[in-house]
DNA sequence: CAGGCCATGTAAGACGTTACATGATTTT
DNA sequence: AAAATCATGTAACGTCTTACATGGCCTG
């Protein structure tokens, strides 16, 4: 349901085809929700069947490029105002604490040490893309650059709060000895 | 892949049934990888296949008691210490902040407010969660409750920073009246 | 003996990944 | 002329959800 929606937001900011919405997956979106590149233009194709976006123009190389419809406005709206029927949360990277247990406590430490050092390197590499990018930010009326730097920002604290969540755990960790 | 793996880690700790794991998957499991009871069943009868899981015992209405071979054992190690192939990172929550624009100010506004307060009672149910359980967690080598309170605290300190960020956002919102 | 809990299973369909496949246009 | 990029599509397979289906055991 999520990446049908992340595909009519992308169309909402501007039109495009399915290569111009799969470059911006492969640079902001991916940060938020990755989509492979079979998986957008058949779910494209999908959202032109049901009428929420419509295919505005024809270019070379069978170019198709698609613009949300009112319809598909509806549908986001209904969608962000609605987040009751999200997918569960799910956390390959919480599980593996949860079993962190099976493994001796040196190695239990060693992943958390590296478990620490990604969300650092995370967090340098949000703070590049902040730096990067030619951000937008400046009306009375926030636009979608305002909170696609909220959601950034969302990002840096939740790698920072894992960096240090996991040498607080090394720290509890060696105070057993 | 991970579903196998966090009724492998079940198991790990002690043997059950698939009727067994539901409940825990109902009650702890869940806050770390959610699963329905189709899904697990159809897991177990997988595992069994594979060789990773073994009946040890047959009851009552067909009750099939599982327990955890070697070869389990060896791949619940293998994937507890490659963090390399986990699914990638999505969230729907991160994904509708970053269309918030797509809505007027005042309702976005109304849509983090109502994001702070669920976390403020995600840490609420959480901390009661803590107090609840009977944790045992006076060993000198870290057994599986240290890591599940672990992970217990990291959702604590993730829904504290959700809250946190939610009420910033406003702020700035509001800062530009 | 009725109702609740124990216990397991199947089927259909949406969502996601990987790999394969094809061809046009532009750049070097 | 070759290589890179633009551009779209299909097929197979695994994961996850919802709904349906069945029946045994225990308690009141």
């Known amino acids: ?3 049908r929606i992340a595909a009519l937001g ?11 919405l799969l470059k911006q997956f492969e640079k902001s979106m991916a940060n938020v929700w990755p989509a492979t590149q079979s998986q957008l233009y ?3 194709n999908k959202l032109a069947d049901n009428g929420l976006i419509e ?3 024809v270019g070379a190389r069978g170019r ?11 549908e986001l709206q209904r969608w962000v105002t609605n987040p009751q029927d999200d ?3 799910r956390s390959a990277a919480l599980l593996r604490i949860f079993l962190l247990n099976l493994i001796p406590t040196g190695q239990a430490r060693v992943h958390l040490a590296t478990m ?5 390197a ?8 902040r730096g990067s990018a030619d951000w937008n930010d400046s009306g009375e009326i926030p636009d979608h650059d305002f909170f696609a730097l909220a959601a950034l920002d969302y990002g840096q604290r939740l790698n920072a709060m894992r960096a240090d969540w996991a040498r607080d755990v090394i720290a509890k960790l060696e105070s057993r000895h």
Chains 1, 2 share one sequence.
């Open 1 to 3: 349901m999520s990446l």
């Open 116 to 120: 620490a050092e990604y969300s650092d």
């Open 64 to 74: 198709k490029e698609y613009r949300i419809t009112d319809a598909g406005h509806a």
């Open 122 to 129: 995370e967090v340098a590499r949000l703070s590049e893309l």
């Open 10 to 20: 992308l169309l909402a900011q501007r039109p495009g085809s399915g290569y111009d």
């Open 87 to 89: 997918p569960p949360f």
């Open 42 to 44: 058949s779910e494209l």
């Open 55 to 57: 295919v505005s123009a």
